[in-house]
């Protein structure tokens, strides 16, 4: 298969990584969502809960201050290791050295953490966005015994986090969409959507043979 890798990227709330699951199922791939994070804190020796705090978004504005006068003084250099242990810059360079690597073996799919754009010059990778109406985020959100007001604040800011992690890192508008071989919306349906992917992507899989 001229395609040994998939990524999903998502809007939060957009079901995505539950899509994800049952398209790696029916693909029979292996599914690096959580077990990514696991493989992260594994490596940096630290719990999970450490690294979500780090996945997919920029450390904030005093997180870096900090980090930048401890780097400057003798005390600083001193503590650094364990101090950017679990800091953003440390998450994401062990991020895409295991999204890389991750790669070389193949038979993969991998939701978001910037693997899209990691694996941008790959030409073996495949890669997916998928996105729901605001309001349907929402509902999916409530779904997960989230008030409406906690639904709409995480369906704002999440996104938004991951708009300027990506800015940050690569230079581009997320979701920038010219990155992506196909785009899907969940409101049709989570199993209609891992129709339309599996199809997508056997598709192009003939052409390119």
């Known amino acids: 298969m001229p395609y040994r890798i998939l990524t999903l990227d998502r809007e939060y709330g957009s079901g995505g990584g539950e899509i994800a699951a049952k398209v790696s199922a ?6 690096w969502d959580q077990l990514l994070t696991e493989e992260i804190a594994r490596r940096l020796d630290c719990d999970c809960r450490a690294v979500e705090k780090h996945e997919e978004r920029r ?3 005093y997180q870096r201050l900090l980090k930048a006068f401890m780097r400057g003084s003798f005390e600083g250099s001193q503590n650094a290791p364990r101090y950017t242990m679990v800091d953003n810059d ?6 895409q050295k295991i999204v890389r690597e991750i790669a070389e073996t193949g038979n993969a799919v991998i939701v978001g953490r910037g693997s899209a754009y990691y694996l941008g010059d790959r030409h073996d990778a495949y890669h997916v966005f998928v996105y729901a109406p605001f ?32 800015k940050e890192y690569f230079q581009v508008e997320w979701p920038d969409r010219h990155r992506f071989h196909l785009m899907v919306n969940s ?7 891992v129709e339309i992917i599996l199809d997508s992507f056997a598709r192009f899989a003939k052409q390119r043979v």
Do not use: H, M
Not at 135 to 149: A, D, G
């Open 90 to 95: 440390c998450v994401r360079e062990n991020v």
């Open 187 to 193: 409101g049709v349906g989570e199993d209609n959507a």
């Open 59 to 61: 450390d904030p504005v």
């Open 26 to 31: 029916r693909l029979g791939w292996k599914l």
């Open 135 to 166: 309001e349907e985020r929402v509902r999916r959100l409530r779904l997960r015994n989230k008030s409406q007001k906690e639904a709409v604040e995480l369906a704002e800011t999440i996104d938004r986090d991951r708009a300027i992690f990506i």
